[in-house]
Nanobody, 120 residues
Framework: VQLQASGGGLVQAGDSLRLSCATS????????MGWFRQAPGKEREFLAS???????YYSDSVKGRFTISRDNGKNSVYLQMNSLKPEDTAVYYC???????????????WGKGTQVTVSS
């Protein structure tokens, strides 16, 4: 399984950004998918996940601002990020759980990240 995140960039505080993650594999619809981020000097942080049944789960830090979604026809998962803050600056990663769950610690494949920088 290969994953490629895209859509990062430099934005201003209050702006929105949509990240995409294209995934290989014939059975994408059975995967659970998640988004994580890692800021410089900090540990990787779970943000949001979605399981094979479209149930979603969010960390408290982004609930209400970020929305995860998936398009099985395009083998892709998305992260819509609104009201961005400078503290959202990080490298954002997508991940897959081939077991279909959305538990943050169940991801077994990871993509390369995409940088998001939010200026104040």
């Amino acid at each position: 399984v290969q994953l490629q995140a895209s859509g990062g960039g430099l934005v201003q505080a209050g702006d929105s950004l949509r990240l995409s993650c294209a995934t290989s594999g014939r059975t994408f619809s059975t995967y659970g998918m998640g988004w994580f981020r890692q800021a410089p000097g900090k540990e990787r942080e779970f943000l949001a996940s979605i399981n094979r049944h479209y149930s979603t789960y969010y960390s408290d830090s982004v609930k209400g601002r970020f929305t995860i979604s998936r398009d099985n026809g395009k083998n892709s998962v998305y992260l819509q990020m609104n009201s961005l803050k400078p503290e959202d600056t990080a490298v954002y990663y997508c991940a897959a759980d081939t077991g279909g769950s959305y538990a943050p610690n169940g991801m077994d494949y990871w993509g390369k990240g995409t940088q998001v920088t939010v200026s104040s």
